[in-house]
Structure formats: structure tokens, C-alpha cells
């Protein structure tokens, strides 16, 4: 098999939580060579996270912190500590990325700002992740997932226009993912140009702006001078989620088309021109009337049946399947897209994979995630050359 796509990047990840490490996951999943950088005796917060086998609480057996760090090596050290940064800066004169999603001023306050680790490595591409950015009057406000879908534009556009806004996704942190994502792609946007320049540079993402950028449609639709205030409205899809004799199916009506082939699905013909629904429009204004008779319908209906009748008439009808049912989906299964790792404490996990599939240097699992501190004595021996005894007096000492 041919190496990886990304075989030979060397990463620094000192990043925690999600952001940042599903940022860095992603490039470790395509070959690069990860170390990961974790507080002594506490480790990266996803460790308490979970969720745990048998719901025992173990820094080295979180799924969530398996998910995120696989193919990583994983070693300890305190940042704060006068050694702590030195290494760091050993470690960055060999690295091609550093990724850090702390507070903006963090990074300054340890001595291993931008400005710093580009006079030790002037090729060094250093990826940043923080709730507003680098710059402006928020850059130093504290946030959470709910405060970036707030300030993102997602809570005032997900629900019922006449109750309160609503989270997305509930407890997913979706923007944390999408952040990790977009910070994954400028990073390898930053090293296709050191290729041209031999020079790195520091890239800067926020994840509110990447929440903004999943509202672009009502971004556009409210941005036309001329624009009503009518279109100052929460995006609702009716019907959307719907609930079937045997649990749930998802149901689209995106053209006058579909609206004309789901009453016939339904055998609502006397309702096919009627301009109460042939619009979605006139469909939110009379749902009350619709719900009256497309409940019945579907109460009358199993999940499969609907999508057979879907497929019959040509209309966007998908299941809604459990988490349960779908690690034994056919199409995931047809794609491989669950995989299964040995994990030294938790033993065999399944986990998703890649949603995409490269023919000649493949995504794959190469090792689970590192147990904490699991390769303190490589890195610190072999890469930074310490001695045994030298090790063995930081760790007493609490550096690493």
C-alpha cells in the first residue's frame, strides 16, 4: 500500500476539547505525524467526557477522546512550567504545524506566540482556533457552544417563528466539528503555499464566523438593500421529520413537482392545485389544515412503506434510523464507513470513519488514541534526547 497523503507533516497539536483535535484527527487519519501535548496527570477535558464502558470513568478509556485522537502520540507536559515551553520550542524547529485553541492571549502569556515560533522555524504553520478570532472587540470574551450559535446566526433561524430560538443540534457542539473541519483545510491551504514561498504563517479561525457560514442563504436573503422585513424569518421545512407507524421518516417538498407527486404518493388528489399548499409558503400558513389530514396518513404507514411509495413517486423520502440501526445500515456497510479499533483499555470500539475515500493514499487507523502520557519516553528520550534520569526528575517535579 502507497504512503498516506499526508506521510512525513510533522504536528504539534496543543490543542483540547474538540476544535482543535478534530482538526489535527483529520490530518493525523491521512498519515501526518501527530504529538499530542496534554496536562500532566489530567489530560485533554474530553478524557471526563466519555462516554465510558460500563459508565466507569477513566481518563484512558473516554469514547470521545478516543474518537478524536486517534493516530496520535500523546505526551505530558506543563506548558506553564519555564522547561514545559523550552521543549515546545525543540519540538517546533523539526514541526510544520502548530495547532492551539486556547484563549488568544494564551499562547503570548507562555512564551509561544506566533511571532516567537516563527523566529525558531520560519517555514512553521501555526493554526489557531477561538471562539471570535484573533481580532476584533470579542476576541477576548469567553464562549460556548451555545454562545457561537447564538452569535453565529444558527439559534435565530432554527424553530417555530413565534416561540424562542433553539439550539442546533442539541448537545452535538456541531460548530465545534465544522470549526475543526475549516481548520483543517486552511492549514493544508498554508502548506500548498510554503511550497511555493518556503515561508509559514499564522492562520486564524473563528468558529462563530464558521457558524455564519452555514447561514449564508439567509445571510444573502437579508443583505439586498431593497430587501422586506418579511424575510427576517426563522428556516422551517414542513414537513420535515415526520413520525410513521413504526417510528420516523424524513420528507422533503423542495418544487411544485414534488408537491404534485406526493399527493398523488398520498392520494390527496383534490389537493394537487390547490393554492392553500402547492407553495411552501402557503403550506407553513395552513399547516394546521395539512397536519389534519397528513397524520392520519402516515400513522396508517410503516417506515418502509413510505419509502417504497417515495421511490415509486420520485419523492425525497429517507429514513430516520437510530444510532443503533445504523452501524448495520446497508449503505454504510457497503461504504465501510464504521471501522472497528482495539483500544488497550476499552477493547473493541466501533467508530465512524472517513466520509470520503481516496484510491491511491487511503484514510486509515494506524493506532488508538494514546493513553495519557503513552509516549513520554520516546519523545522525550529519542526526538528531544533526554536521559532516563532526566525524565524521571521532570516527572517528579511535574513537568512532564
Known amino acids: 500500500m502507497s504512503k498516506q497523503a499526508l506521510s512525513g507533516l510533522k504536528v504539534i497539536d496543543l490543542s483540547w476539547h474538540i476544535a482543535g483535535p478534530y482538526c489535527t484527527k483529520l490530518l493525523a487519519d491521512l498519515g501526518a505525524d501527530v504529538i499530542k501535548i496534554e496536562q500532566p496527570g489530567i489530560g485533554d477535558p474530553s478524557r471526563r467526557e466519555g462516554p465510558f ?23 505530558t507536559l506543563n506548558l506553564k512550567s519555564k522547561q514545559g515551553s523550552e521543549f515546545v520550542k525543540k519540538l517546533v524547529k523539526e514541526a510544520d504545524i502548530v495547532v492551539e485553541n486556547f484563549s488568544p492571549r494564551v ?21 489557531s482556533i477561538t471562539n471570535f478570532g484573533q481580532t476584533g472587540a470579542f476576541r477576548d470574551r469567553k464562549g460556548t457552544e451555545i454562545v457561537a450559535q447564538a452569535m453565529g446566526g444558527f439559534m435565530s433561524s432554527v424553530g417555530e417563528p413565534n416561540r424562542e430560538p433553539l439550539r442546533a443540534g442539541g448537545n452535538l457542539r456541531l460548530l465545534e466539528y465544522i470549526s475543526g473541519s475549516f481548520a483543517g483545510m486552511s492549514t493544508l491551504a498554508a502548506v500548498a503555499q510554503r511550497r511555493k514561498t518556503n515561508q509559514g504563517q499564522h492562520v486564524d479561525v473563528s ?6 457560514l452555514q447561514r449564508s442563504y439567509q445571510t444573502v436573503q437579508n443583505s439586498f438593500p431593497t430587501s422586506p422585513a418579511k424575510h427576517v424569518r426563522r428556516y422551517v421545512m414542513m414537513p420535515s421529520i415526520e413520525k410513521c407507524k413504526d417510528g420516523y421518516i424524513g420528507i422533503n417538498l423542495l418544487t411544485g413537482k414534488h408537491w404534485q407527486d ?3 404518493m398520498t392520494e390527496m388528489y383534490e389537493w394537487i392545485e390547490d393554492e392553500r399548499f402547492t407553495t411552501l409558503g402557503q403550506r407553513l400558513i395552513h399547516k394546521d389544515l395539512f397536519r389534519e389530514r397528513f397524520d392520519p396518513w402516515l400513522m396508517a404507514h410503516t417506515r418502509e412503506e413510505i419509502i417504497e411509495l417515495g421511490q415509486q413517486w420520485r419523492v425525497p423520502v429517507n429514513p430516520v434510523p437510530t444510532f443503533t440501526e445504523m452501524l448495520n445500515f446497508p449503505q454504510y456497510e457497503a461504504r465501510k464507513f464504521f471501522v ?10 466501533t467508530q465512524p470513519g472517513a466520509p470520503y475515500t481516496m484510491s491511491e493514499t487511503p484514510w486509515k487507523i494506524q493506532r488508538p488514541a494514546p493513553l495519557l502520557g503513552e509516549h513520554n519516553s520516546y519523545v522525550y528520550k529519542e526526538v528531544l534526547g533526554l536521559d532516563g534520569e532526566e525524565l524521571e526528575q521532570l516527572q517528579a517535579e511535574g513537568v512532564v
Do not use: W
Request: some cysteine.
Open 340 to 349: 472497528e479499533i482495539e483500544h488497550p483499555v476499552m477493547g473493541k470500539v
Open 53 to 75: 464502558p460500563n459508565d466507569q470513568q477513566d481518563l484512558n478509556a473516554s469514547g470521545l477522546y478516543a474518537y478524536l485522537n486517534n493516530n496520535k502520540k500523546g505526551i
Open 107 to 127: 499562547m503570548e502569556g507562555l512564551g509561544l506566540s506566533y511571532e516567537t515560533l516563527i523566529e525558531i522555524n520560519p517555514r512553521l504553520i501555526m493554526t
Open 262 to 264: 406526493f399527493c398523488l
Open 207 to 212: 468558529i462563530t464566523e464558521c457558524g455564519l
